[in-house]
Protein backbone atom coordinates (compact mmCIF):
# COMPACT_ATOMS: atom_id res chain seq x y z
CA UNK A 1 0.00 0.00 0.00
CA UNK A 2 2.58 2.67 -0.97
CA UNK A 3 2.42 4.77 -3.83
CA UNK A 4 -0.14 7.61 -5.01
CA UNK A 5 -1.91 5.28 -7.62
CA UNK A 6 -3.33 2.00 -5.90
CA UNK A 7 -3.98 0.19 -9.71
CA UNK A 8 -0.69 -1.91 -10.71
CA UNK A 9 -0.22 -2.30 -14.21
CA UNK A 10 -2.91 -4.38 -16.62
CA UNK A 11 -5.29 -3.75 -13.71
CA UNK A 12 -8.21 -2.01 -14.12
CA UNK A 13 -9.18 0.72 -12.26
CA UNK A 14 -12.63 -0.82 -10.93
CA UNK A 15 -10.81 -4.10 -9.74
CA UNK A 16 -12.47 -4.55 -6.47
CA UNK A 17 -9.19 -5.32 -4.58
CA UNK A 18 -8.01 -2.44 -6.32
CA UNK A 19 -10.74 -0.35 -4.76
CA UNK A 20 -10.53 -2.02 -0.99
CA UNK A 21 -6.51 -0.57 -1.71
CA UNK A 22 -7.18 2.54 -2.43
CA UNK A 23 -9.83 3.16 0.38
CA UNK A 24 -7.15 1.70 2.63
CA UNK A 25 -4.93 4.53 1.69
CA UNK A 26 -7.35 7.26 2.47
CA UNK A 27 -8.74 5.80 5.49
CA UNK A 28 -4.64 5.52 6.60
CA UNK A 29 -4.30 9.91 5.46
CA UNK A 30 -7.73 10.94 7.51
CA UNK A 31 -6.15 9.00 10.47
CA UNK A 32 -2.79 10.75 10.50
CA UNK A 33 -4.04 13.82 9.51
CA UNK A 34 -6.78 13.17 12.42
CA UNK A 35 -3.66 13.04 15.05
CA UNK A 36 -1.66 15.69 13.12
CA UNK A 37 -3.28 18.11 15.45
CA UNK A 38 -2.62 19.83 18.61
CA UNK A 39 -3.35 17.58 22.08
CA UNK A 40 -3.81 19.12 25.28
CA UNK A 41 -1.09 18.45 27.68
CA UNK A 42 -2.19 19.93 31.02
CA UNK A 43 0.66 18.43 33.91
CA UNK A 44 -0.78 15.95 36.01
CA UNK A 45 -0.73 15.15 39.98
CA UNK A 46 1.97 12.84 39.80
CA UNK A 47 0.79 11.85 43.50
CA UNK A 48 -2.64 10.56 42.46
CA UNK A 49 -3.61 7.39 43.56
CA UNK A 50 -6.11 5.29 41.69
CA UNK A 51 -9.10 3.23 43.16
CA UNK A 52 -8.17 -0.36 42.25
CA UNK A 53 -11.18 -2.45 41.78
CA UNK A 54 -11.60 -5.82 42.21
CA UNK A 55 -11.78 -8.49 39.80
CA UNK A 56 -9.97 -9.58 36.39
CA UNK A 57 -10.05 -9.12 33.08
CA UNK A 58 -9.93 -10.40 29.81
CA UNK A 59 -12.18 -10.57 26.64
CA UNK A 60 -13.46 -12.38 23.75
CA UNK A 61 -11.38 -14.53 21.43
CA UNK A 62 -11.90 -12.76 18.07
CA UNK A 63 -8.98 -13.60 16.75
CA UNK A 64 -9.79 -17.21 15.92
CA UNK A 65 -13.24 -18.57 14.08
CA UNK A 66 -14.91 -20.89 16.08
CA UNK A 67 -13.92 -24.14 13.99
CA UNK A 68 -10.05 -22.99 14.47
CA UNK A 69 -8.02 -25.42 16.66
CA UNK A 70 -7.23 -22.27 19.06
CA UNK A 71 -10.49 -21.03 19.22
CA UNK A 72 -11.71 -20.59 23.25
CA UNK A 73 -15.17 -20.88 24.59
CA UNK A 74 -15.07 -17.29 24.24
CA UNK A 75 -15.38 -16.84 20.41
CA UNK A 76 -17.98 -16.96 18.09
CA UNK A 77 -20.69 -18.17 20.23
CA UNK A 78 -20.46 -15.94 23.27
CA UNK A 79 -23.84 -15.06 23.40
CA UNK A 80 -24.86 -18.29 24.85
CA UNK A 81 -22.07 -18.26 27.70
CA UNK A 82 -23.40 -18.27 30.97
CA UNK A 83 -22.40 -15.59 33.65
CA UNK A 84 -23.10 -17.16 37.36
CA UNK A 85 -21.73 -14.93 39.31
CA UNK A 86 -20.72 -12.93 36.05
CA UNK A 87 -18.89 -9.57 36.36
CA UNK A 88 -22.13 -7.13 35.33
CA UNK A 89 -22.12 -4.49 37.83
CA UNK A 90 -25.49 -3.43 39.27
CA UNK A 91 -26.83 0.07 38.84
CA UNK A 92 -29.41 2.24 37.26
CA UNK A 93 -30.44 0.30 33.50
CA UNK A 94 -29.08 2.43 30.43
CA UNK A 95 -31.50 2.78 27.63
CA UNK A 96 -30.39 0.88 24.76
CA UNK A 97 -28.19 1.45 22.07
CA UNK A 98 -29.53 2.08 18.71
CA UNK A 99 -29.18 -0.43 16.29
CA UNK A 100 -25.46 -0.30 15.38
CA UNK A 101 -25.09 -2.24 11.58
CA UNK A 102 -22.64 -4.79 11.05
CA UNK A 103 -19.63 -3.32 9.22
CA UNK A 104 -18.79 -4.42 5.75
CA UNK A 105 -15.53 -6.21 5.40
CA UNK A 106 -12.99 -3.39 4.16
CA UNK A 107 -9.11 -3.62 4.07
CA UNK A 108 -7.32 -3.55 7.44
CA UNK A 109 -3.98 -1.23 8.06
CA UNK A 110 -1.14 -2.83 7.42
CA UNK A 111 1.18 -3.90 10.85
CA UNK A 112 3.60 -0.99 10.31
CA UNK A 113 1.14 1.33 9.13
CA UNK A 114 -0.97 0.88 12.13
CA UNK A 115 1.67 1.45 14.34
CA UNK A 116 2.77 4.91 12.55
CA UNK A 117 -0.62 5.56 13.14
CA UNK A 118 0.07 5.05 16.79
CA UNK A 119 2.91 6.55 17.18
CA UNK A 120 2.29 9.66 15.34
CA UNK A 121 -1.02 9.83 17.62
CA UNK A 122 1.51 9.51 20.88
CA UNK A 123 3.35 12.47 19.89
CA UNK A 124 0.32 14.75 18.76
CA UNK A 125 0.27 17.14 21.70
CA UNK A 126 2.95 18.93 23.89
CA UNK A 127 4.15 17.42 26.75
CA UNK A 128 3.62 18.06 29.91
CA UNK A 129 6.29 18.52 32.77
CA UNK A 130 6.49 17.88 36.40
CA UNK A 131 9.54 18.31 38.40
CA UNK A 132 10.03 15.42 40.51
CA UNK A 133 12.94 15.02 43.63
CA UNK A 134 15.93 12.28 42.84
CA UNK A 135 14.01 9.56 44.88
CA UNK A 136 10.54 9.43 42.53
CA UNK A 137 12.32 10.24 39.22
CA UNK A 138 13.46 6.61 38.39
CA UNK A 139 11.75 5.63 35.80
CA UNK A 140 10.49 8.73 34.16
CA UNK A 141 11.36 10.40 31.10
CA UNK A 142 12.91 13.55 31.05
CA UNK A 143 11.07 16.35 29.89
CA UNK A 144 13.88 19.09 29.25
CA UNK A 145 18.03 17.96 28.44
CA UNK A 146 19.92 18.13 31.56
CA UNK A 147 22.87 20.57 31.92
CA UNK A 148 25.71 20.57 34.16
CA UNK A 149 25.18 23.29 36.76
CA UNK A 150 28.68 23.26 37.74
CA UNK A 151 31.81 22.09 36.53
CA UNK A 152 32.27 18.16 37.27
CA UNK A 153 35.02 18.02 38.99
CA UNK A 154 34.51 21.40 40.80
CA UNK A 155 38.12 21.61 41.73
CA UNK A 156 41.33 19.69 41.19
CA UNK A 157 41.18 16.57 42.82
CA UNK A 158 43.25 13.86 43.63
CA UNK A 159 42.63 10.35 41.72
CA UNK A 160 44.57 8.20 44.03
CA UNK A 161 45.71 7.88 47.38
CA UNK A 162 49.47 9.25 47.76
CA UNK A 163 51.70 11.93 47.56
CA UNK A 164 50.79 15.73 46.17
CA UNK A 165 55.15 16.65 44.66
CA UNK A 166 56.28 19.79 42.75
CA UNK A 167 58.59 20.51 40.78
CA UNK A 168 61.57 17.80 40.24
CA UNK A 169 62.43 15.07 43.13
CA UNK A 170 63.55 13.64 45.94
CA UNK A 171 61.18 15.64 47.36
CA UNK A 172 60.75 16.51 51.29
CA UNK A 173 57.92 16.18 53.16
CA UNK A 174 57.31 16.57 57.19
CA UNK A 175 55.05 14.94 59.78
CA UNK A 176 51.32 14.82 59.44
CA UNK A 177 48.18 13.03 58.12
CA UNK A 178 48.62 15.36 54.95
CA UNK A 179 45.48 16.72 52.90
CA UNK A 180 42.33 14.49 53.48
CA UNK A 181 39.19 14.95 51.00
CA UNK A 182 35.87 17.41 52.12
CA UNK A 183 38.28 20.13 53.49
CA UNK A 184 39.09 23.34 52.43
CA UNK A 185 41.89 24.60 49.78
CA UNK A 186 44.89 23.77 50.93
CA UNK A 187 48.26 26.04 50.67
CA UNK A 188 50.55 26.31 47.25
CA UNK A 189 53.32 23.68 47.20
CA UNK A 190 56.40 24.90 46.89
CA UNK A 191 58.80 22.91 44.44
CA UNK A 192 61.12 20.33 46.03
CA UNK A 193 58.15 19.18 48.27
CA UNK A 194 55.77 16.81 48.82
CA UNK A 195 52.77 15.81 51.27
CA UNK A 196 50.43 13.49 51.66
CA UNK A 197 46.86 12.99 50.02
CA UNK A 198 44.00 10.76 49.75
CA UNK A 199 41.78 10.29 46.90
CA UNK A 200 38.84 12.92 46.45
CA UNK A 201 41.41 15.86 48.43
CA UNK A 202 41.84 19.01 46.59
CA UNK A 203 44.97 19.33 45.24
CA UNK A 204 47.60 22.40 46.23
CA UNK A 205 48.19 24.78 43.79
CA UNK A 206 51.29 24.57 41.75
CA UNK A 207 51.27 20.91 42.35
CA UNK A 208 52.60 18.73 39.68
CA UNK A 209 51.69 15.53 39.98
CA UNK A 210 50.06 13.08 42.29
CA UNK A 211 52.15 9.14 43.14
CA UNK A 212 50.84 6.50 43.90
CA UNK A 213 51.36 5.19 47.25
CA UNK A 214 52.91 1.80 45.72
CA UNK A 215 54.84 4.14 43.46
CA UNK A 216 56.59 5.85 46.22
CA UNK A 217 59.29 5.20 48.70
CA UNK A 218 59.23 7.37 51.59
CA UNK A 219 62.72 7.73 53.95
CA UNK A 220 61.41 8.99 57.13
CA UNK A 221 64.67 9.17 58.36
CA UNK A 222 65.56 11.57 55.61
CA UNK A 223 62.20 13.17 55.08
CA UNK A 224 62.73 12.70 51.98
CA UNK A 225 60.28 10.96 49.38
CA UNK A 226 61.97 8.81 46.27
CA UNK A 227 59.20 7.99 42.99
CA UNK A 228 59.95 4.38 42.22
CA UNK A 229 58.65 5.16 38.55
CA UNK A 230 59.32 8.32 36.41
CA UNK A 231 56.76 10.86 37.19
CA UNK A 232 54.52 12.82 34.33
CA UNK A 233 53.69 16.19 34.85
CA UNK A 234 48.91 15.60 35.87
CA UNK A 235 49.33 12.18 36.58
CA UNK A 236 46.60 10.98 38.60
CA UNK A 237 45.13 14.30 38.63
CA UNK A 238 41.35 14.79 38.10
CA UNK A 239 41.66 18.82 36.45
CA UNK A 240 38.71 20.72 37.09
CA UNK A 241 35.67 20.42 34.23
CA UNK A 242 37.38 16.96 33.37
CA UNK A 243 33.91 15.74 32.78
CA UNK A 244 32.09 18.80 31.82
CA UNK A 245 32.06 22.22 31.87
CA UNK A 246 29.43 24.47 33.04
CA UNK A 247 26.18 24.64 31.09
CA UNK A 248 27.09 21.50 29.10
CA UNK A 249 24.57 19.01 27.86
CA UNK A 250 24.85 15.79 30.00
CA UNK A 251 22.09 13.98 28.89
CA UNK A 252 19.69 15.26 26.15
CA UNK A 253 15.61 15.29 26.69
CA UNK A 254 13.65 11.93 26.40
CA UNK A 255 16.35 10.11 28.30
CA UNK A 256 14.97 7.53 30.94
CA UNK A 257 15.95 8.01 34.01
CA UNK A 258 17.90 5.00 34.95
CA UNK A 259 20.00 4.44 38.61
CA UNK A 260 23.06 6.06 36.31
CA UNK A 261 21.06 9.56 35.14
CA UNK A 262 20.34 9.70 39.02
CA UNK A 263 24.05 9.54 40.02
CA UNK A 264 24.80 11.95 37.43
CA UNK A 265 22.36 14.39 38.11
CA UNK A 266 23.37 14.21 41.84
CA UNK A 267 26.99 14.66 41.17
CA UNK A 268 25.91 17.77 38.98
CA UNK A 269 23.99 19.39 41.67
CA UNK A 270 20.60 18.19 40.80
CA UNK A 271 18.15 17.48 44.05
CA UNK A 272 14.97 17.70 41.32
CA UNK A 273 14.38 16.64 37.62
CA UNK A 274 12.16 17.82 35.16
CA UNK A 275 10.42 15.02 34.11
CA UNK A 276 7.20 14.05 32.19
CA UNK A 277 4.38 12.09 33.94
CA UNK A 278 3.70 8.47 33.50
CA UNK A 279 0.85 8.24 31.14
CA UNK A 280 -2.29 7.07 32.95
CA UNK A 281 -4.10 3.95 31.99
CA UNK A 282 -7.84 2.45 32.84
CA UNK A 283 -7.82 -1.50 32.01
CA UNK A 284 -11.63 -2.28 31.44
CA UNK A 285 -12.88 -5.91 31.03
CA UNK A 286 -15.58 -7.22 28.91
CA UNK A 287 -16.87 -11.09 29.04
CA UNK A 288 -19.61 -12.60 31.23
CA UNK A 289 -17.46 -15.98 30.78
CA UNK A 290 -14.16 -15.06 32.70
CA UNK A 291 -13.53 -16.83 35.87
CA UNK A 292 -10.87 -14.28 38.74
CA UNK A 293 -10.39 -17.69 40.71
CA UNK A 294 -10.10 -21.19 40.42
CA UNK A 295 -10.47 -24.31 37.51
CA UNK A 296 -12.67 -23.16 34.18
CA UNK A 297 -15.53 -25.03 34.68
CA UNK A 298 -18.91 -25.33 32.36
CA UNK A 299 -18.53 -23.38 29.70
CA UNK A 300 -16.44 -20.54 31.99
CA UNK A 301 -12.81 -20.00 31.57
CA UNK A 302 -9.94 -18.63 33.89
CA UNK A 303 -8.86 -14.80 33.00
CA UNK A 304 -5.70 -14.59 31.63
CA UNK A 305 -5.24 -10.83 30.98
CA UNK A 306 -5.92 -9.38 34.20
CA UNK A 307 -2.91 -10.71 35.86
CA UNK A 308 -0.81 -9.97 32.67
CA UNK A 309 -2.05 -6.37 31.28
CA UNK A 310 -1.32 -4.28 34.55
CA UNK A 311 2.51 -5.03 35.07
CA UNK A 312 2.97 -5.15 31.52
CA UNK A 313 1.33 -1.52 31.23
CA UNK A 314 3.72 -0.74 33.86
CA UNK A 315 6.54 -2.10 32.03
CA UNK A 316 6.28 0.36 29.51
CA UNK A 317 6.62 3.51 31.61
CA UNK A 318 2.89 4.08 32.64
CA UNK A 319 0.79 4.01 36.01
CA UNK A 320 -1.80 1.95 35.48
CA UNK A 321 -5.30 1.89 37.66
CA UNK A 322 -6.73 -1.57 39.11
CA UNK A 323 -8.71 -3.42 36.05
CA UNK A 324 -12.19 -3.30 36.19
CA UNK A 325 -14.43 -6.31 35.10
CA UNK A 326 -17.32 -4.82 32.99
CA UNK A 327 -18.82 -7.68 31.89
CA UNK A 328 -20.70 -7.88 28.98
CA UNK A 329 -22.77 -4.49 29.98
CA UNK A 330 -22.53 -1.89 26.71
CA UNK A 331 -24.12 0.86 29.50
CA UNK A 332 -21.37 0.20 31.56
CA UNK A 333 -18.80 0.42 29.49
CA UNK A 334 -20.55 3.24 28.23
CA UNK A 335 -20.44 4.81 31.50
CA UNK A 336 -16.76 3.61 32.70
CA UNK A 337 -15.62 5.22 28.90
CA UNK A 338 -17.83 8.74 29.72
CA UNK A 339 -16.06 8.79 33.49
CA UNK A 340 -12.71 7.70 32.73
CA UNK A 341 -9.82 10.75 33.02
CA UNK A 342 -6.63 8.54 32.04
CA UNK A 343 -4.61 9.24 29.17
CA UNK A 344 -5.42 5.74 27.50
CA UNK A 345 -8.29 3.26 28.00
CA UNK A 346 -7.12 -0.45 27.24
CA UNK A 347 -10.51 -2.31 26.87
CA UNK A 348 -10.24 -6.45 26.18
CA UNK A 349 -12.12 -8.52 24.03
CA UNK A 350 -15.68 -7.03 22.58
CA UNK A 351 -13.60 -5.54 19.43
CA UNK A 352 -15.27 -8.08 16.71
CA UNK A 353 -19.01 -7.98 15.30
CA UNK A 354 -20.61 -10.43 17.61
CA UNK A 355 -23.62 -9.95 19.50
CA UNK A 356 -22.14 -9.20 22.60
CA UNK A 357 -19.53 -7.12 21.36
CA UNK A 358 -20.31 -3.62 22.38
CA UNK A 359 -17.12 -1.47 21.33
CA UNK A 360 -18.08 -0.46 18.33
CA UNK A 361 -21.33 0.50 18.68
CA UNK A 362 -20.51 2.52 22.31
CA UNK A 363 -17.43 4.08 20.79
CA UNK A 364 -19.99 5.10 17.80
CA UNK A 365 -22.38 6.51 20.36
CA UNK A 366 -19.97 8.66 22.30
CA UNK A 367 -18.71 10.30 18.78
CA UNK A 368 -15.20 8.72 19.12
CA UNK A 369 -13.34 8.85 16.23
CA UNK A 370 -11.65 5.70 14.67
CA UNK A 371 -7.97 5.89 14.25
CA UNK A 372 -7.15 2.46 13.32
CA UNK A 373 -10.36 -0.47 12.93
CA UNK A 374 -8.32 -3.59 12.18
CA UNK A 375 -4.78 -4.63 11.45
CA UNK A 376 -3.48 -6.80 8.81
CA UNK A 377 -1.64 -8.92 11.70
CA UNK A 378 -2.21 -12.13 12.96
CA UNK A 379 -2.70 -12.99 15.74
CA UNK A 380 -4.96 -10.00 16.73
CA UNK A 381 -6.70 -8.22 13.73
CA UNK A 382 -9.58 -6.68 15.31
CA UNK A 383 -7.39 -4.52 17.80
CA UNK A 384 -8.42 -1.10 17.25
CA UNK A 385 -7.64 2.53 18.39
CA UNK A 386 -10.01 5.43 18.74
CA UNK A 387 -9.90 8.90 20.30
CA UNK A 388 -13.00 9.94 22.62
CA UNK A 389 -14.32 13.54 22.92
CA UNK A 390 -13.34 15.32 25.91
CA UNK A 391 -15.30 14.68 29.04
CA UNK A 392 -17.79 17.37 28.78
CA UNK A 393 -17.62 17.96 24.58
CA UNK A 394 -20.76 17.78 22.95
CA UNK A 395 -21.26 14.76 20.82
CA UNK A 396 -22.41 15.56 17.29
CA UNK A 397 -21.15 19.16 17.21
CA UNK A 398 -18.89 20.28 14.67
CA UNK A 399 -16.20 21.18 17.40
CA UNK A 400 -13.33 19.34 15.53
CA UNK A 401 -11.89 16.07 15.91
CA UNK A 402 -12.00 14.40 19.44
CA UNK A 403 -9.15 15.21 22.07
CA UNK A 404 -10.13 13.10 25.39
CA UNK A 405 -8.56 10.24 26.41
CA UNK A 406 -7.34 7.16 23.26
CA UNK A 407 -8.71 3.67 23.51
CA UNK A 408 -7.04 0.65 22.55
CA UNK A 409 -9.14 -2.23 21.73
CA UNK A 410 -7.70 -5.65 22.18
CA UNK A 411 -9.33 -8.85 21.18
CA UNK A 412 -9.76 -11.49 24.27
CA UNK A 413 -7.51 -14.14 23.11
CA UNK A 414 -4.46 -14.16 25.18
CA UNK A 415 -1.61 -13.64 22.57
CA UNK A 416 -3.63 -11.72 20.12
CA UNK A 417 -4.12 -9.50 23.21
CA UNK A 418 -0.09 -8.98 23.15
CA UNK A 419 -0.18 -8.61 19.76
CA UNK A 420 -2.25 -5.65 20.02
CA UNK A 421 -0.57 -3.99 23.44
CA UNK A 422 2.95 -4.04 20.93
CA UNK A 423 1.14 -3.12 17.79
CA UNK A 424 -0.89 0.21 19.12
CA UNK A 425 -0.45 0.68 23.02
CA UNK A 426 3.48 0.48 22.62
CA UNK A 427 4.30 3.23 20.19
CA UNK A 428 1.27 5.20 21.23
CA UNK A 429 2.61 5.11 25.07
CA UNK A 430 5.99 5.93 23.88
CA UNK A 431 4.85 9.01 22.15
CA UNK A 432 2.84 10.32 24.99
CA UNK A 433 5.69 9.58 27.66
CA UNK A 434 7.89 11.22 25.14
CA UNK A 435 10.14 7.95 25.25
CA UNK A 436 12.20 7.25 22.24
CA UNK A 437 10.75 4.84 19.79
CA UNK A 438 12.14 1.37 20.37
CA UNK A 439 15.35 0.95 17.72
CA UNK A 440 13.96 -1.81 15.29
CA UNK A 441 16.53 -4.26 14.82
CA UNK A 442 16.99 -8.03 12.36
CA UNK A 443 18.19 -10.95 13.37
CA UNK A 444 18.80 -14.34 11.80
CA UNK A 445 16.22 -16.63 11.92
CA UNK A 446 17.56 -19.88 12.81
CA UNK A 447 13.90 -22.31 11.30
CA UNK A 448 11.28 -21.78 8.51
CA UNK A 449 8.55 -19.74 9.66
CA UNK A 450 5.50 -20.28 8.09
CA UNK A 451 3.14 -16.88 7.63
CA UNK A 452 -0.09 -16.22 7.10
CA UNK A 453 -0.81 -15.32 2.75
CA UNK A 454 -1.54 -11.53 3.48
CA UNK A 455 -0.74 -11.11 6.72
CA UNK A 456 2.38 -9.98 9.23
CA UNK A 457 2.50 -12.76 11.84
CA UNK A 458 4.18 -11.75 15.14
CA UNK A 459 6.13 -15.22 16.54
CA UNK A 460 7.18 -15.43 19.98
CA UNK A 461 11.23 -15.96 19.63
CA UNK A 462 14.11 -16.87 22.15
CA UNK A 463 17.67 -15.37 20.81
CA UNK A 464 20.63 -17.49 20.67
CA UNK A 465 24.04 -16.96 20.86
CA UNK A 466 26.28 -18.06 18.10
CA UNK A 467 28.41 -21.45 18.70
CA UNK A 468 31.95 -21.86 17.02
CA UNK A 469 31.78 -18.34 15.23
CA UNK A 470 27.99 -18.63 13.98
CA UNK A 471 26.25 -15.56 14.71
CA UNK A 472 23.38 -14.57 16.83
CA UNK A 473 20.15 -15.64 15.80
CA UNK A 474 17.06 -16.32 16.87
CA UNK A 475 14.60 -19.29 17.25
CA UNK A 476 10.83 -19.47 17.18
CA UNK A 477 9.10 -21.15 20.13
CA UNK A 478 6.08 -23.43 19.65
CA UNK A 479 2.52 -22.83 21.22
CA UNK A 480 2.48 -19.55 19.36
CA UNK A 481 -1.92 -19.85 18.58
CA UNK A 482 -3.70 -16.91 19.55
CA UNK A 483 -5.34 -17.91 22.67
CA UNK A 484 -1.98 -19.63 23.89
CA UNK A 485 0.65 -17.57 26.19
CA UNK A 486 2.63 -20.63 26.99
CA UNK A 487 5.14 -19.85 24.18
CA UNK A 488 5.29 -16.28 24.87
CA UNK A 489 5.89 -17.00 28.71
CA UNK A 490 9.46 -18.11 27.33
CA UNK A 491 10.19 -15.51 24.50
CA UNK A 492 12.15 -12.48 24.52
CA UNK A 493 10.95 -11.20 21.73
CA UNK A 494 8.71 -11.47 18.66
CA UNK A 495 9.39 -12.06 15.29
CA UNK A 496 7.90 -9.63 12.67
CA UNK A 497 7.51 -12.13 9.90
CA UNK A 498 6.10 -10.97 6.47
CA UNK A 499 3.42 -12.19 4.45
CA UNK A 500 4.12 -16.16 2.98
CA UNK A 501 6.93 -16.72 6.02
CA UNK A 502 10.56 -16.50 6.04
CA UNK A 503 12.94 -19.39 5.13
CA UNK A 504 15.89 -20.29 7.87
CA UNK A 505 18.50 -17.85 7.94
CA UNK A 506 16.46 -14.95 6.74
CA UNK A 507 16.90 -11.68 8.60
CA UNK A 508 13.39 -10.71 10.24
CA UNK A 509 12.52 -7.31 12.65
CA UNK A 510 12.45 -8.01 16.20
CA UNK A 511 9.98 -6.69 18.70
CA UNK A 512 11.85 -7.06 22.21
CA UNK A 513 9.80 -7.77 25.69
CA UNK A 514 9.88 -4.56 28.19
CA UNK A 515 11.79 -7.12 30.50
CA UNK A 516 14.25 -8.36 27.71
CA UNK A 517 16.98 -6.45 28.07
CA UNK A 518 17.06 -6.94 31.63
CA UNK A 519 17.24 -10.98 31.06
CA UNK A 520 20.45 -13.05 30.05
CA UNK A 521 19.86 -14.79 26.49
CA UNK A 522 18.70 -18.33 27.19
CA UNK A 523 18.07 -21.58 25.50
CA UNK A 524 14.39 -21.58 26.30
CA UNK A 525 12.24 -24.70 27.69
CA UNK A 526 9.51 -24.47 24.86
CA UNK A 527 11.36 -24.92 21.56
Known sequence: MTGSDPVGPGRSRHDPDDLARAEAERAVEQALALVGGARPG???DPDRR??????????????????SPHATPNSANRANSAAPGGGTPTGAPHPPLPPYPSPSPSPSLSWDRARAVAARAGRAGPLATIRLPLDRALGHVLAEALGALTDLPSFDTSAMDGWAVAGPGPWAFGDGAGLLAGRGPAAALPDGTAV??????????DTTAVIRSEHAHADEAKGLLHARRPVAAGQDIRPRGQECRSGEQLVPAGTVVTPAVL????????????????PRVDILVLGDELLASGLPHDGLIRDALGPMLGPWLRALGAE??????????????????????ADLIVTTGGTASGPVDHVHPVLDALGAELLVDGVAVRPGHPMLLARLPASGQSQGQ?????????????PGNPLAAVSGLLTLAEPLLAGIAGR???DAYRALVHAEVHGHPHDTRLVPVVHRAGRAGARDHVAPLRFNGPAMLRGIAAADGLAVVPPGGVRSGTE????DLPWAPATPWTEGCFT
Open 263 to 278: GLAAAAGYDALPAVPR
Open 398 to 410: PSGPPDGPYLVGL
Open 436 to 438: PAQ
Open 320 to 341: VSGPRRLGDDAGALRDALSGSD
Open 508 to 511: VEIL
Open 196 to 205: RIATGARVPP
Open 50 to 67: WDASAGDPRGDANDAPSD
Open 42 to 44: PGR
